[in-house]
C-alpha cells in the first residue's frame, strides 16, 4: 500500500480522492487550512495516517506544511489538489502575493521543493490553462488591473508547467497533470456539468495504479486519457523562465 499527501482534502475532489485511497486501504494524509476544519473531516481524520494543518496562501505556512509532512515520512505520492477559483480582487498574502498565484502555484512549487522527493508528482489543472498568458512580466499582477478569469487561467499554466518540469529535471520521479473537468464542487458550483466522481478518480489512479498507463510522465490527463496541453507548458525554455520566476517570488530554488 502507498502513503499519500493530498492538499485540499477536506472537501471537494480532494477529500473524494481521500475516501477512495484510504477504502482501497492507502495511508492518506490529509491537509486542511485551519485547526477548526480538523472537525470537519470527522471519521476520516481517525483513518487517515495524520492530518497536516496549513494556510496554503501563506507561505510561512505552506513551508510548516511540508516540515509536517516530512515529518510523518516519506510520500509515495502527493496530489496538489487545493486551489482556488475568481477570486473577487487581487488579495494579500501575508508575503504581498496575489491570493490566487500563491494558492494555485507558489504553494504547489514550495511543497514541491520542500517534501521529501515522493515517486509520483499530481497537479491538478484545468482546461483553462490553454488561455492562460505567455508572458511572465507581471506573474503576481502588481502592475496589470485585476481580472480575477486570467489570473487562475495563467495560475493553472504555471501549475502544469511545474508539472512538465519537474517530470524533465526529475526522470526518477513520475510527474503528472491532470484536468479534473469542470465538476460540481464548492469550486466549480452545482451547475457545473462534469462528474464529480470521475473528477477524482484520475488522480487516485496515477497516484496508486501499476498499470502500465500510469507508470508514465509528463502527461496531462482527463478521465484517464491523455489530451494535449498548451505547447507552453512543454517548452523547456518556458519552463526554465517561469522556474526562474518562480524561484525569485519564494527564494527557493527548485531545481
Not at 142 to 166: D, G, I
Amino acid at each position: 500500500m502507498a502513503r499519500i499527501f493530498i492538499t485540499g482534502s477536506a472537501a471537494g475532489l480532494g477529500l473524494g480522492a481521500a475516501v477512495t485511497l484510504i477504502d482501497e486501504g492507502h495511508d492518506v494524509v490529509l491537509h486542511v487550512r485551519t485547526s477548526e476544519r480538523v472537525k470537519a473531516l470527522g471519521d476520516l481524520a481517525n483513518r487517515a495516517a495524520g492530518v497536516v494543518v496549513g494556510d496554503l496562501s501563506s507561505g510561512t505556512e505552506t513551508r510548516s506544511l511540508a516540515e509536517q509532512v516530512n515529518s510523518i515520512g516519506r510520500m509515495d505520492a502527493v496530489i496538489h489538489n487545493a486551489g482556488t477559483y475568481l477570486e473577487p480582487a487581487r488579495g494579500n498574502t501575508p508575503e504581498g502575493h496575489a491570493r490566487t498565484l500563491a494558492v494555485n502555484t507558489l504553494a504547489p512549487y514550495l511543497l514541491t521543493a520542500l517534501i521529501d522527493k515522493p515517486a509520483r508528482l499530481i497537479f491538478l489543472s484545468s482546461g483553462l490553462h490553454r488561455s492562460g498568458s505567455g508572458s511572465l512580466e507581471d506573474i503576481d499582477w502588481t502592475q496589470r488591473p485585476w481580472n480575477a478569469s486570467q489570473a487562475y487561467t495563467e495560475s493553472k499554466l504555471y501549475t502544469t508547467t511545474l508539472a512538465f518540469a519537474a517530470a524533465l529535471h526529475w526522470p526518477g520521479v513520475l510527474s503528472n497533470a491532470v484536468d479534473p473537468g469542470w465538476v460540481p464542487t464548492r469550486m466549480g458550483g452545482p451547475g457545473a456539468p462534469d462528474d464529480l466522481d470521475k473528477g477524482h478518480l484520475t488522480q487516485t489512479w496515477l497516484a496508486t495504479s501499476k498499470d502500465p498507463s500510469a507508470l508514465t510522465s509528463e502527461g496531462y490527463w482527463h478521465h484517464r486519457t491523455l489530451r494535449a496541453p498548451s505547447a507552453e507548458a512543454r517548452d523547456p525554455g518556458f519552463q526554465d523562465r517561469l522556474m526562474g520566476r518562480l524561484g525569485e517570488l519564494t527564494g527557493i530554488a527548485l531545481f
